[in-house]
């Protein structure tokens, strides 16, 4: 049984001071970006294209339109927005910052807002400024993690560790691995420990 007052595991609710808090969050991220030199996108809930930016598409939410084409609803903003910016807005438009503050849904009823920004032509010193300004401003200690796709092809491939095992983040089972050196790698966090 349902009661009138509940809300679908995953989804948000915010009131009273929490939603003080997701209103100046988004506020300040709005005016940060904003003097940074970024226009706002806010793209459709529905998608054609998600599918596309999906390994595994068990996560969208699917509907059809009304010539049966489906559309998802959006759950990621960043293709949409690249996209958008690039074949649409690229033409008529000549910023090359764009940021958005929107809420994306998975299924089955997971939902998140989503805080983001694209830079086209920019740096990645730039786009890393701006991030690092944007997570001091809401009081946020950041952690860069920096990271090569090609290394866990090269552990797969040279040392067995399956690319599942690594996806999942399961430090255990890849601590259980018996590489001495796995060990120190995952166990630095600061310039130092290199």
Same mark, same amino acid.
């Given at each position: 049984?349902?009661?009138?007052?509940?809300?679908?595991?995953?989804?948000?609710?915010?009131?009273?001071?929490?939603a003080k808090i997701k209103r100046e969050i988004e506020s300040n991220a709005a005016m940060?970006?904003?003097?940074?030199?970024?226009?706002?996108?806010?793209?459709?809930?529905?998608?054609?294209?998600?599918?596309?930016?999906?390994?595994?598409?068990?996560?969208?939410?699917?509907?059809?339109?009304?010539?049966?084409?489906?559309?998802?609803?959006?759950?990621?903003?960043?293709?949409?927005?690249?996209?958008?910016?690039?074949?649409?807005?690229?033409?008529?438009?000549?910023?090359?910052?764009?940021?958005?503050?929107?809420?994306?849904?998975?299924?089955?009823?997971?939902?998140?807002?989503?805080?983001?920004?694209?830079?086209?032509?920019?740096?990645?010193?730039?786009?890393?400024?701006?991030?690092?300004?944007?997570?001091?401003?809401?009081? !946020? @200690?950041? &952690? $860069?993690?920096?990271?090569?796709?090609? *290394?866990?092809? /090269?552990? %797969?491939? =040279?040392?067995?560790?399956? #690319?599942?095992?690594?996806?999942?983040?399961? !430090? @255990?089972? &890849? $601590?259980?691995?018996?590489?001495?050196? *796995?060990?120190? /790698?995952? %166990?630095? =966090?600061?310039?130092?420990? #290199?």
């Amino acid at each position: 049984m349902i009661f009138e007052h509940e809300i679908p595991s995953g989804s948000k609710l915010y009131f009273g001071k929490t939603a003080k808090i997701k209103r100046e969050i988004e506020s300040n991220a709005a005016m940060l970006l904003t003097a940074k030199g970024f226009e706002e996108i806010v793209t459709p809930f529905f998608s054609y294209h998600q599918h596309d930016s999906f390994e595994n598409q068990k996560s969208l939410i699917r509907l059809n339109d009304d010539h049966n084409h489906e559309v998802t609803l959006r759950a990621d903003s960043t293709p949409d927005v690249v996209r958008i910016a690039t074949k649409r807005l690229g033409r008529s438009m000549e910023s090359k910052k764009w940021f958005y503050i929107q809420p994306v849904v998975t299924f089955p009823t997971k939902e998140q807002y989503q805080v983001g920004g694209e830079i086209f032509q920019g740096r990645f010193s730039e786009a890393l400024e701006v991030t690092i300004s944007l997570l001091q401003k809401l009081q !946020i @200690e950041p &952690i $860069l993690q920096l990271a090569n796709i090609r *290394i866990p092809y /090269l552990l %797969s491939n =040279h040392y067995g560790l399956s #690319l599942e095992l690594i996806k999942s983040m399961h !430090i @255990e089972a &890849i $601590l259980k691995c018996g590489l001495p050196w *796995i060990d120190k /790698l995952i %166990s630095i =966090h600061t310039l130092e420990d #290199l």
